[in-house]
Each structure stands twice: as C-alpha cells, then as structure tokens.
C-alpha cells in the first residue's frame, strides 16, 4: 500500500486556503448541503421538515469542519457538538428513523468529499500538492465523521427511553404507520393517538423559530378556530403537525385567520377530507405547501394547499420545471420582478388592465406598458400560449433557481 505523501508547512498552508475559499463560497455551500439531501429521497421526499432538519444539520458539520480546518489544519477537527447538529438528529429519530439520521452523516462525508477534491484542484499548482490537500482533507473528515456520530449515538442513548417508550414516540410511530398504509387498526389507532379517524379533517404543518412552543401554542389557537377535537404533534423542535375534525366549522381559511395572527409562525394548510384517506390526504398535501414555502423566501406566513395546488403538481419532477420555466419565459426571466409579476397578475386577472392595476396599485397604463414589455421578452414560440406563460410564471414564483 503507498504511504500518504509527508505534509510540509506549505502543504498545511493550502489546506487552509482551500477550507477559506469553500467557507467563502455560498453557493458551493448552499449546493453541498441540497446534495445531502438528495442522497436521502427516504428520508426527505415530500416532507419539508425532515429535509429542513438534515439540511441544517449537515450543513452545520460542513461549516464546523471548514472553520477548523481554515483556522489550523494541523490540528484535529473537535467532533460537532452543537445543538444544529443534535437536535435535528433527536427529531429525526422520534419518527423512528434512527439509523437513517445516523447514514445521513455518511452520506454528507461523500457529498463533502467530493467538493473537497474539487476545491483542491482549484487551490493548488501541482498534482504533488492537490494530492497532499486530498489525503489530508479526507483523513481529516473521516475521524471528524466518525467522532461526531460517536457523539450522536451517545446524545441518542441519553433520549433512548423517550424515543422508544414514551407516550410522544408511540404516537408518531402510529402516525407513521397510517401515513404508510399500513393496515393498523381503527380502534387501535384511536386508543393511542386519543383521535379518531371518522369524520372529515383538516391539517397543518406548524413551524417558528420558537422551540419547544409549538404543540402547545397550535393546540391553543385551533381552539380558537372552533376546532372541538385535533391532534397536535411534535414532528420537531420547531415544527408540529396538527390534525382537526369538525372541518365544517373549523375550515382552512378560519384557522389559517386564526394560526396566521403571530407573524413568527408559518403555516402550510392542507384541504380538509374525510376518514382515514382524508386524514392522509390532508397531511400529505400540507407537507407538500410547506415543501414550497420553504423553498420560496417571499411566501406569506400562511398557505392552503388550494392556492398552490398547480404548482406543487407541476414542480413534483423540479428539473423538469425549471426547463419548462426556462423555455417558456426564456429573457423574460433577466427583466425586473414588478415586469414578470404584472404579466403574472394580468393574466389571472383574464388579461383585464384595469383589475390588474388595483391588484398592483398602479396606473393601466402602467400596467399595459408592463405587459407589453414582458409579451416582447417572450420567446416567439410562448407568446401565443397563455396557459403556458401563467403556469411558468407561476411556477417561477416558487421554485428556486439552480
């Protein structure tokens, strides 16, 4: 076996540089972090929250070990102790995805890895010194990988009774088990969750920067909504996934009115349904409005799934939608955002100028000029279809670019 190359002072020096230039990149680190998540379509697909809690975790141990390496290469990076790291993973596994959660940071040593490397040819003059950053980097990342995850497993152990056998735990496995389909008994599910499947529901998805708030504060205003039963659970720290009957009265835009009052809080409103496939349904079409909440930083604190109904069906395959986005508004997408969102308005409103312009608080000719302006940056195969246009523009409202 080749024994790794000796590392002068030079080499150290470089190893800084490249951890300076990865650190200094945001959109390299915003790229490392959504590749993690990719990696894990099981543990992330349609559910906002879970990705939202392998993203902050993986990207703070991407931050944590650059910062180490960056300021002193020579020494061993410290396992990541942090509560971004070690809270996400405790949530994680309350939904009985432990050894998942535990893969996850396996998976983020690859993704690193490679970037790693990558950074390493752009950092050094010589295949003598980007084969010294390399070795040193990954030797570096595996016993900062394997340190951290010893840390989790023991962080992990000290929860082992409330995550196995406490009453929270029990409840989101059941949870997790209807959500499957799996064939779990009625009566049973009622007994433990203390909700019953019957009726018709409503659901939301519940999230704050207010950790360890949410469960109590969901509960509270869904009796303000004039829900008489609801199921509120701790899908995180941060985040609680909520369920009502009585839909009738309590309806997605009573409660999003109520739960829409602390401008800290967010909100993703499912359509209300009935019996079991209704309580599913409703879960399922709030994650997906969270999913493009979270995704969109200029998204209202509150949306029901029926505003956003076309968009989430049409971003399912994202890459797909981007080129869609992209062939149908082509240069309309470099003009100015008040330019694309007149058009936007201008056709939901069945391209009437003067209901536009209340819409905008502009003046018609405003907006006529506007229009004109976005139709000419069209590409000439889109501007005869305008079912096409509204649905890109309106896709290109939530989804985020590459």
Do not use: K
């Not at 997605?252 to 800290?264: F, K, M, Q």
């Not at 009935?274 to 409703?282: K, S």
């Not at 509150?302 to 986005?325: N, P």
């Not at 195969?381 to 409202?397: F, I, M, P």
Request: aromatic share 4%.
């Amino acid at each position: 076996m080749r024994e790794p190359r000796r590392i002068t002072a030079e080499d150290l020096r470089l190893v800084s540089a490249c951890a300076a230039a990865m650190l200094a990149d945001d959109a390299a680190l915003r790229s490392i972090d959504d590749a993690a998540v990719r990696e894990l379509p099981e543990l992330a697909d349609d559910d906002a929250t879970l990705a939202h809690a392998i993203r902050l975790s993986n990207g703070s141990n991407v931050r944590h070990w650059l910062r180490s390496l960056a300021r002193d290469p020579a020494v061993p990076v410290p396992p990541n102790r942090s509560s971004d790291v070690v809270d996400p993973v405790v949530d994680v596994a309350r939904r009985g995805l432990e050894h998942e959660a535990l893969d996850a940071y396996r998976t983020g040593q690859r993704v690193l890895l490679d970037a790693w490397i990558a950074a390493a040819f752009a950092t050094a003059a010589t295949p003598e010194r980007v084969q010294a950053i390399v070795e040193h980097g990954s030797r570096s990342l595996d016993a900062f990988v394997r340190a951290t995850v010893a840390t989790l497993v023991t962080a992990l152990d000290e929860h082992r009774d409330e995550l196995h056998h406490g009453q929270t735990a029990q409840r989101l496995r059941t949870v997790g088990l209807v959500l499957d389909g799996a064939p779990i008994a009625d009566d049973r599910v009622a007994r433990v969750l203390r909700y019953r499947l019957d009726g018709t529901h409503g659901a939301a998805v519940v999230w704050s920067g207010l950790p360890d708030r949410m469960q109590r504060w969901t509960e509270d205003a869904l009796q303000r909504a004039g829900a008489r039963r609801w199921l509120v659970l701790p899908a995180t720290r941060s985040t609680a996934w909520a369920w009502w009957t009585d839909a009738a009265d309590a309806t997605p835009a009573r409660v999003a009115d109520v739960l829409g009052r602390d401008p800290r809080v967010r909100i993703a409103i499912g359509a209300a349904g009935r019996g079991r496939e209704g309580f599913v349904d409703a879960h399922r079409q709030a994650l997906a409005t969270q999913r493009l909440m979270e995704d969109a930083p200029h998204a209202p604190a509150v949306v029901t799934f029926g505003e956003v109904e076309g968009v989430a069906l049409a971003t399912r395959d994202r890459d797909a939608a981007r080129a869609f986005v992209e062939r149908t508004l082509g240069p309309l997408l470099d003009e100015p955002d008040d330019v694309r969102e007149t058009l936007r308005l201008f056709l939901r409103h069945q391209s009437s100028a003067t209901a536009t312009a209340r819409v905008v608080h502009a003046h018609r000719n405003t907006v006529l000029a506007r229009v004109e302006r976005a139709r000419s940056a069209l590409p000439a195969t889109a501007r005869d279809h305008h079912l096409h246009q509204e649905l890109a523009l309106e896709v290109a409202r939530w989804l985020p670019s590459n």
